[in-house]
């Protein structure tokens, strides 16, 4: 008899169409679902799944965690969305299965895990928690130079801003301002409980990829992706990024990344270090890292979930490994089939990608137009090399037709139009083609938007 899993569902994570059927061809699954997805989804939702529950938006999301979990006689509960994390984690504890634990709140929560890190001694950047443009101004003097305004629980870069010595703080302040109440609007906040700072100011990292990189075009972070499965850390395999665009808004996450083994076993090892500081117990996980030009590293954030955009998919599609059916099985009690040690590029069949869809080029230049968002009407391969494969993430994606959105530096993925999975026969072919497609992608879908 298979198990029964609740799967509490929320924007944010990896695609659903991606998501739900790896989910259901192990367990069965039901929805606790948070918010109203697109109609497709919800139809998806509700052919694959056992049943779907509306949560209660007046009740604690714990609470209705366990309320739906002890009806239903789940044998696991997990959610892959940043947004319901610690909700997930404090009702697993109340219901005594394997989930994220007391760390989650330190994985979420950006000024706990920076106090959680600078007690364990791990890489981290000066920072101050702020609650007021009072607090901001007294940071940024503390500070001194260019700094960073972020939310202490945002997710895609959404409520960040940088700020250089003179600029006007107050003018800032109001735009994180806004672009937090916007995500909020969107559904792209916490869902549940939480008190402490609202944001944090931190300094800049003065991160570099000289000495990393044999090859030019990566950008100076990356991240390892892992799991923990009662309370140990297994680091699965880094993926590597293009440049970011101004303000740190990411472009495309890549698989595998082909730094050398021992520098990518080298940042594995302060990861663990990472990881074990947060005190996690049984979830996917999602490390962020900055290069040094001295050849170390400094933590930007780990998160107790699996990657965003596609991360999943491009582990799946360039060595073969399923975190989502790993976690899965981690949470249903079992012992998850780790790979052994940190997968590296000889391990590779292929390479795949994440590439936003976003009205900038690979530099951050906005377009100077703002065309139907039509990909599907584009002769990819005019853009890519032979072999390449470009395919619309459609879970993380808005409606075909709907017009582009403006690029802002400040609200991140909220100026996404959508995501696109990249795969190509190596991973130099793969970087080479998300520059193209990034420096092209105005002209093909203004000139198939043209032609339709």
């Given at each position: 008899?298979?198990?029964?899993?609740?799967?509490?569902?929320?924007?944010?994570?990896?695609?659903?169409e991606?998501?739900?059927?790896?989910?259901?061809?192990?367990?069965?699954v039901?929805v606790?679902?948070?918010?109203?997805?697109?109609?497709?989804?919800?139809?998806?939702?509700?052919?694959?799944?056992?049943r779907?529950?509306?949560?209660?938006?007046?009740?604690?999301?714990?609470?209705?965690?366990?309320?739906?979990?002890?009806?239903?006689?789940?044998?696991?509960?997990l959610?892959?969305?940043e947004?319901?994390?610690?909700?997930?984690?404090?009702?697993?504890?109340?219901?005594?299965?394997?989930?994220?634990?007391?760390?989650?709140?330190r994985?979420r929560?950006?000024?706990?895990?920076?106090?959680?890190?600078?007690?364990?001694?791990?890489p981290?950047?000066?920072?101050?928690?702020?609650?007021?443009?009072?607090?901001?101004?007294?940071?940024?003097a503390?500070?001194?130079?260019?700094?960073?305004?972020?939310?202490?629980?945002?997710?895609?870069?959404?409520g960040?801003?940088?700020?250089?010595?003179?600029?006007?703080?107050?003018?800032?302040?109001?735009?994180?301002?806004?672009?937090?109440?916007?995500?909020?609007?969107?559904?792209?906040?916490?869902?549940?409980?939480?008190?402490?700072?609202?944001?944090?100011?931190?300094?800049?990292?003065?991160?570099?990829?000289?000495?990393?990189?044999?090859?030019?075009?990566?950008g100076?972070?990356?991240?390892?992706?892992?799991?923990?499965?009662?309370?140990?850390?297994?680091?699965?395999?880094?993926?590597?990024?293009?440049?970011?665009?101004?303000?740190?808004?990411?472009?495309?996450?890549?698989?595998?990344?082909t730094?050398?083994?021992?520098?990518?076993?080298?940042?594995?090892?302060?990861c663990?270090?990472?990881?074990?500081?947060?005190g996690?117990?049984?979830?996917?996980?999602?490390?962020?890292?900055?290069?040094?030009?001295?050849?170390?590293?400094?933590?930007?954030e780990?998160?107790?979930?699996?990657?965003?955009?596609?991360?999943?998919?491009?582990?799946?599609?360039?060595?073969?490994?399923?975190?989502?059916?790993?976690?899965?099985?981690?949470?249903?009690?079992?012992?998850p089939?780790?790979?052994?040690?940190?997968?590296?590029?000889?391990?590779?069949?292929?390479?795949?990608a994440?590439?936003?869809?976003?009205?900038?080029?690979?530099?951050?230049k906005?377009?100077?137009?703002?065309?139907?968002?039509?990909?599907?009407?584009?002769?990819?391969?005019?853009?890519?090399?032979?072999?390449?494969?470009?395919?619309l993430?459609?879970?993380?994606?808005?409606?075909?037709?709907?017009?582009?959105?403006?690029?802002?530096?400040?609200?991140?993925?909220?100026?996404?139009?959508?995501?696109?999975?990249?795969?190509?026969?190596?991973?130099?072919?793969?970087?080479?083609?998300?520059?193209?497609?990034?420096?092209?992608?105005?002209?093909a879908?203004?000139?198939?938007a043209?032609?339709?």
């Amino acid at each position: 008899m298979q198990p029964a899993v609740l799967l509490v569902y929320a924007k944010g994570g990896p695609a659903l169409e991606f998501l739900l059927p790896r989910l259901v061809s192990r367990a069965l699954v039901d929805v606790l679902l948070i918010g109203e997805p697109q109609p497709w989804q919800r139809e998806l939702l509700e052919r694959l799944c056992r049943r779907v529950v509306p949560a209660d938006p007046s009740a604690a999301l714990p609470d209705e965690i366990v309320r739906v979990a002890t009806e239903l006689r789940s044998d696991g509960v997990l959610t892959f969305s940043e947004f319901c994390v610690v909700a997930t984690a404090q009702a697993c504890l109340r219901l005594g299965i394997p989930g994220p634990g007391e760390g989650a709140a330190r994985s979420r929560d950006k000024v706990l895990m920076r106090r959680a890190w600078q007690a364990a001694g791990v890489p981290n950047p000066a920072f101050r928690p702020v609650d007021s443009l009072a607090e901001l101004e007294a940071a940024r003097a503390e500070i001194g130079g260019d700094v960073i305004v972020k939310s202490a629980l945002g997710a895609g870069s959404i409520g960040q801003a940088m700020l250089s010595p003179g600029e006007d703080g107050a003018a800032v302040w109001r735009e994180v301002e806004a672009a937090t109440a916007a995500a909020r609007r969107s559904g792209m906040s916490e869902h549940g409980d939480r008190t402490g700072p609202r944001y944090l100011v931190e300094e800049i990292i003065q991160s570099s990829v000289d000495g990393w990189y044999d090859q030019p075009g990566y950008g100076d972070y990356l991240s390892v992706e892992g799991l923990v499965a009662g309370g140990v850390y297994h680091p699965v395999c880094l993926t590597a990024r293009l440049p970011t665009v101004p303000v740190f808004v990411e472009l495309s996450n890549h698989a595998p990344c082909t730094l050398a083994p021992e520098l990518q076993q080298r940042i594995a090892d302060v990861c663990r270090r990472a990881v074990d500081a947060l005190g996690l117990d049984t979830c996917a996980t999602h490390t962020e890292v900055k290069l040094m030009p001295d050849g170390t590293v400094r933590l930007l954030e780990s998160a107790a979930r699996a990657g965003g955009a596609a991360v999943t998919r491009e582990l799946v599609e360039a060595y073969g490994v399923d975190l989502i059916g790993l976690q899965l099985a981690a949470a249903l009690g079992g012992s998850p089939a780790v790979p052994d040690r940190l997968l590296l590029p000889a391990d590779a069949r292929g390479a795949a990608a994440s590439l936003s869809v976003i009205a900038v080029d690979s530099t951050g230049k906005p377009w100077s137009s703002l065309p139907p968002f039509r990909p599907d009407l584009v002769a990819w391969e005019e853009l890519v090399s032979s072999g390449t494969t470009v395919e619309l993430v459609r879970g993380q994606s808005q409606p075909l037709g709907t017009p582009m959105p403006a690029f802002h530096p400040h609200t991140g993925v909220l100026a996404y139009a959508g995501l696109l999975l990249v795969r190509a026969a190596d991973p130099l072919t793969l970087r080479d083609d998300c520059y193209r497609i990034l420096d092209g992608l105005e002209e093909a879908m203004t000139r198939a938007a043209a032609d339709a």
